[in-house]
């Protein structure tokens, strides 16, 4: 199997659609050894902002000398930026390997139940990680939390960004009940941080962190970073207080944290870029919450 072929292959498994649940990925997973038990994982979900905190999380914890898996979703240019260690793409060759793994632990399954490609993928980087023993691992979810492909696992922490109305053929149609499938990653006895404000969500996420006996932490400050705007200032903070809360499972310094927050790379949210003395922003806002935050970030800098 070449690259492209396994691009191919991955790809064509998009038309089994996408599949709320976790039974397939568990059996897979179960299939491949069960990697993620082996692995120091920090869960994120959330509408906004889900994939900065992971890009900052992940540069504070590289800089203070931690090997990192980060597995991100979707990707801007190649499919290899979804499975980075210490920010490096996953490589052809372990593309090639993994999408052969993968393809003859589908056999397994019958034909008309076969893993969509978000589920296999999950599995992928799960093993990528465990293969290269990865310290800790930034895990963002797909869609939604509770029934996400990510949620098969138990990490060291849960985190809930900001929530907002998206995908609400699948999530829900009211703010509590799209929290409700953000909530669904929280795990008993596992510490919660969030950032989400509305006394709506708040309410839920504290309901489900009381019941699963889970320590919760609401991050209502901002913190210096990079990227501009003040959601992410928020999300920094978040990522911030999160690190400060795992000492005991990875220490970090705190000049760590700070360079972290202010060298991290996170491609097109208020990015920059001068051209023919032209000043050129790309941002990825796509439903109307970032779309407002993008806005507010344009009003504080223009």
Not at 230 to 242: D, E, F, I, S, Y
Not at 266 to 295: M, T, Y
């Amino acid at each position: 199997m070449t690259y492209s072929e396994a691009i191919h292959w991955l790809y064509e498994l998009r038309l089994f659609g996408s599949k709320l649940g976790l039974e397939n990925t568990r059996q897979l997973a179960t299939h491949a050894g069960n990697p993620h038990d082996q692995l120091n994982i920090i869960h994120v979900a959330g509408t906004n902002g889900k994939g900065s905190v992971c890009a900052m999380l992940e540069s504070i914890y590289r800089r203070a000398g931690y090997k990192t898996g980060l597995f991100t979703s979707p990707h801007l240019v190649s499919f290899r930026e979804r499975i980075q260690i210490n920010r490096e793409l996953v490589s052809e060759a372990d593309v090639v390997r993994l999408s052969e793994c993968m393809q003859a632990l589908l056999r397994h399954f019958p034909a008309d139940k076969l893993p969509t490609f978000f589920e296999v993928i999950t599995v992928m980087a799960l093993e990528q990680f465990a293969r290269e023993k990865c310290d800790v691992v930034l895990l963002e979810t797909g869609l939604g939390g509770r029934l996400d492909a990510t949620n098969i696992v138990t990490p060291i922490a849960s985190v809930i960004t900001s929530i907002a109305l998206d995908h609400q053929q699948h999530l829900g149609d009211t703010l509590a009940e799209i929290a409700t499938e953000k909530a669904g990653i929280i795990k008993p006895r596992v510490p919660v941080f969030s950032a989400a404000h509305q006394p709506e969500i708040r309410k839920v996420i504290s309901k489900v962190a009381a019941q699963n006996k889970s320590r919760l932490e609401f991050v209502e400050t901002e913190a210096t970073t990079c990227l501009v705007g003040k959601h992410q200032r928020q999300n920094a903070a978040l990522a911030q207080a999160t690190v400060k809360a795992l000492q005991n499972f990875f220490p970090v310094d705190d000049q760590y944290i700070t360079d972290g927050l202010i060298n991290v790379h996170w491609a097109v949210r208020g990015q920059f870029f001068e051209k023919e003395n032209q000043r050129l922003l790309i941002d990825a806002a796509h439903n109307p919450a970032s779309a407002e935050s993008l806005c507010d970030m344009l009003r504080e800098n223009f």
